[in-house]
């Protein structure tokens, strides 16, 4: 089959000068590790989330493993228009077969043959001598170049095979038809002088190397997948096999927004690019995340939470001076709004006036010192300090005082398959008792809804996070909630063995800190309001 939009490569031209191709495997090598399988319908979301981020090729899956891996890769192939859509296949005819019928409906379709080359996998995973590997090559190849636009072959364990053996097999793949040569470090085993050098000789020694497009695939048992996959482009590597959040087998894949940003930033040492839209790549990570229910750790570079966010005075006071001190790229760039000045006990004066005059304050040099004075005692109690903390202090208030409300019952029951009901008691400090039902979509959010009623608050949830402190089955549950109610944002915090009760108390925290922060009402003492169960508010 002829590829009727080979846009750059030719005979004539070298491949070093074009573009690196991001060729993307989150739902190929990403999607079939422990913890982040995804449906159908999660796939192809995430797979149109990949090509508006402008991912050259989209690895959609493993056609051969299972009806439903088929039905996901047909399904994504016939989505895509611009990305080409990508089908793994073993070097034998039912793989290849099955890779081609999933692509049938692809605009653009690519199948990636692959087979160990390895002695050690020659030897002992598949009983292969290196004539038999390098026929099963050739054959796969030329099977592949019948049924898509084009073919990848890949090399598994390139980086542990004899060089020669490997430029040979990678040869033959070539005039077989191969226009993409992958080298992957299957085994994360590398280091990054180490594949550079590989990649360079490779490129030299393989027939028409120059005229094809090597590619690398690292994995990150070592911590370096996304450093080797770096030093391969400096050497001439134009495409990188990656995936979002750095997802894949054992300890993962190269991170493809890592991979992107470094060649982004220092592209006048790379000289050269990718054609992603960085301004995607937040979105799509945390849309990976919501799909597979695993968040990335806090810490992680370019999309972790913690990635734009500046704590310590010194980095907060050059920040807000000039934010080429301590940032070298803008969290717009990457689709984040702006850049965090979190508030903890590293943070400075400068800081802290700034976002208590975001705040609408304006305390004078003797209020800001009362104040600074009482946020570091807070900061070394509180992890991190919000708006609302910060508010209640320049108002003089303690923001960790309890009440005005208090919790004194609380009842959850789940219904399978149809929600669930709660209804709380609670005493005001004025006096009022009040008692509440509600049902909701699942515990949480029926306690929350009796709660809103109960108190007369209405809550916007936005975000809820719970997770466990301490390990075993009597580890504590952590509950962090935010909320937006009359166009502010509340944030409460609790800790508590029983997840639902923490995501209770998280929840009074809120409202008592609403309640705080707005004139007492008129209180009518020693009532008892009871209201019955009902449909949501
Ligand atoms: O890691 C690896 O070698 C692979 C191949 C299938 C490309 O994932
Ligand atoms: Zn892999």
Redesign the pocket.
């Known amino acids: 089959m002829n590829n009727p939009q080979h846009d750059e490569q030719n005979e004539a031209g070298d491949v070093a000068a074009e573009h690196v191709r991001i060729f993307d ?1 989150t739902l ?2 990403g999607e079939q590790t422990p913890g982040f399988s995804m449906d159908r319908r999660a796939k192809l979301r995430m797979a149109q989330m990949l090509e508006a981020l402008g991912v050259d090729v989209l690895e959609a899956g493993f056609p051969q493993a299972s009806p439903d891996d088929f039905a996901a890769v047909a399904q994504i192939a016939s989505t895509l228009r611009d990305t080409t859509a990508c089908a ?1 296949a073993r070097c034998v005819p039912g793989d290849i077969d099955s890779a081609g019928r999933a692509l049938e409906q692809a605009q653009r379709s690519r199948i ?1 043959v ?1 087979l ?1 080359t390895s002695p050690l996998h020659r030897e002992h995973k598949l009983g292969m001598s290196k004539q038999q590997v390098l026929d099963a090559a050739v054959a796969g190849v030329e099977r592949a170049m019948q049924l898509a636009h084009e073919v990848e072959f ?5 980086m542990r095979t004899e060089p020669e053996f490997l430029a040979e097999v990678f040869s033959a793949a070539a005039a077989a038809g191969a226009s993409t040569l ?1 080298a ?4 994360g085993y590398m280091t990054p002088v180490e594949i550079a050098e590989r990649f360079a000789w490779l490129i030299a020694n393989v027939q028409r190397g120059r005229h094809v497009v090597f590619s690398s ?1 690292c ?1 990150n048992d070592l911590g370096l997948a996304v450093a080797n996959s770096l030093a391969a482009v400096s050497a001439g590597a134009r495409q990188v ?1 990656c995936t979002v959040n750095g997802i ?2 054992r300890a993962g ?1 190269a991170a493809l927004e890592e991979i992107v940003m470094a060649m982004k930033v220092r592209g006048a040492w790379f000289g050269t690019d990718t054609r992603i839209d960085t301004k995607k790549l937040h979105p799509a990570s945390r849309l990976l995340s919501e799909l597979t229910g695993q968040n990335v750790q806090r810490n992680k570079a370019i999309v972790g939470e913690n990635a734009f966010a500046h704590e310590s005075g010194i980095h907060q006071h050059g920040m807000l001076k000039h934010r080429g001190t301590y940032e070298i790229m803008r969290p717009e760039d990457v689709g984040l709004a702006e850049t965090k000045l979190v508030l903890g006990k590293h943070s400075g004066r400068a800081a802290l006036r700034q976002r208590l005059e975001t705040l609408g304050h304006a305390p004078g040099d003797a209020a800001m010192d009362e104040i600074f004075v009482r946020f570091k005692a807070l900061a070394d109690k509180k992890r991190e300090i919000h708006d609302d903390d910060l508010d209640a202090l320049a108002r003089g208030r303690d923001p960790d005082a309890a009440g005005p409300w208090r919790l004194t019952r609380l009842d959850t029951s789940a219904h399978l398959g149809a929600g669930a009901s709660a209804s709380v008691k609670l005493r005001h400090d004025d006096g009022r008792e009040v008692a509440e039902a509600a049902l909701g979509d699942g515990p949480v959010d029926a306690v929350l809804r009796a709660m809103e009623r109960a108190t007369d608050t209405t809550l916007q949830l936005t975000r809820f996070q719970v997770q466990a402190v301490g390990e075993g089955g009597d580890a504590q549950g952590e509950a962090r909630l935010a909320a937006q109610h009359d166009g502010r944002a509340w944030n409460g915090h609790a800790v508590s063995t029983d997840i639902v009760e923490a995501a209770a108390q998280a929840a009074l925290a809120i409202v008592n800190r609403i309640a705080q922060s707005t004139p007492a009402a008129t209180p009518s003492p020693q009532t008892t309001k009871t209201k019955t169960l009902g449909a949501h508010a």
């Open positions: 495997t190929r090598d793994l990636h692959f160990s890949s090399a598994e364990d390139a992958n992957p470090d299957t085994v695939h994995h096999e894949g087998e894949n």
